[in-house]
């Protein structure tokens, strides 16, 4: 695996900014077709192939062909995600305020804490991915990416899991489970890139 540069490392913490590259469309036609079948092909190994392609393939002029840039854009596209849908919860809680019984109330502030918590974990795996200086330093770090990974989908996972006891305000528990579960998906696509960067490493 190619050690990280400081250019690739800026980028991959601004990976919204790839527009700023000026080769002409016909140029870049034969790139961005090999960018789109690669991300296509990766997208199709994790469980949800087309939310994966979909949140993805906006960003091919970046992701190249590079697997690590593959998964720190998937990473990045996830924290963007669940912040939004963190701040929605929050503006939620606000507007049903009173007219919530006592285990939605529950339900909704416990969301809104986990919500946080994902947050904090992916912002965690972001700076160890932005780390990454080769195959030997992966080793080192591989670990701890999963783990905050898999506690960012647990945390979403028990999010939907409190709302499933709401039996009451149908329209509220149907959106927060829709919200939590595409973020939830978003999340376990990113972690299928990690672990094949942990079992493409480990084969290296």
Same mark, same amino acid.
Request: net charge neutral; charged share 20%; glycine share 4%.
């Given at each position: &695996?190619?050690? @990280?540069? %400081?250019?690739?490392?800026?980028? @991959?913490?601004?990976?919204?900014?790839?527009?700023?590259?000026?080769? %002409?469309?016909?140029?870049?036609?034969?790139?961005?077709?090999?960018?789109?079948?690669?991300?296509?092909?990766?997208?199709?190994?994790?469980?949800?192939? /087309? *939310?994966?392609?979909?949140?993805?393939?906006?960003?091919?002029?970046?992701?190249?062909?590079? !697997?690590?840039? *593959?998964?720190?854009?998937? *990473?990045?596209?996830?924290?963007? =995600?669940?912040?939004?849908?963190?701040?929605? &919860?929050? =503006?939620?809680?606000?507007?049903?305020?009173?007219?919530?019984?006592? !285990?939605?109330?529950?339900? &909704?502030?416990?969301?809104?804490?986990?919500? /946080?918590?994902?947050?904090?974990?992916? /912002?965690?795996?972001? #700076?160890?991915?932005?780390?990454?200086?080769?195959?030997?330093?992966?080793?080192?770090?591989?670990?701890?990416?999963?783990?905050?990974?898999?506690?960012?989908?647990?945390?979403?996972?028990?999010?939907?899991? #409190?709302?499933?006891?709401?039996?009451?305000?149908?329209?509220?528990?149907?959106?927060?489970?829709?919200?939590?579960?595409?973020?939830?998906?978003?999340?376990?696509?990113? *972690?299928?890139?990690?672990?094949?960067? =942990? =079992?493409?490493?480990?084969?290296?």
């Amino acid at each position: &695996m190619k050690a @990280f540069s %400081s250019t690739n490392h800026i980028l @991959f913490i601004s990976i919204f900014i790839s527009s700023i590259f000026s080769i %002409s469309s016909s140029e870049q036609k034969p790139y961005q077709d090999a960018n789109i079948q690669f991300i296509r092909t990766s997208c199709n190994s994790t469980t949800y192939p /087309r *939310l994966c392609f979909a949140s993805l393939s906006k960003h091919a002029a970046f992701i190249q062909t590079d !697997r690590v840039l *593959l998964t720190g854009t998937a *990473l990045n596209v996830t924290l963007k =995600a669940v912040k939004a849908t963190s701040a929605m &919860m929050s =503006a939620l809680s606000k507007s049903y305020g009173g007219s919530m019984k006592p !285990r939605e109330a529950a339900a &909704m502030k416990d969301c809104v804490e986990e919500l /946080r918590d994902s947050v904090d974990e992916l /912002r965690k795996s972001i #700076g160890e991915m932005s780390q990454l200086g080769g195959s030997s330093n992966f080793e080192l770090t591989k670990n701890d990416v999963q783990t905050w990974v898999s506690a960012a989908l647990t945390d979403e996972s028990t999010c939907t899991d #409190g709302f499933e006891e709401v039996h009451n305000n149908g329209t509220l528990k149907n959106t927060v489970r829709s919200r939590i579960l595409q973020v939830a998906h978003l999340t376990s696509n990113a *972690l299928a890139f990690i672990n094949q960067l =942990a =079992a493409s490493s480990s084969h290296a």
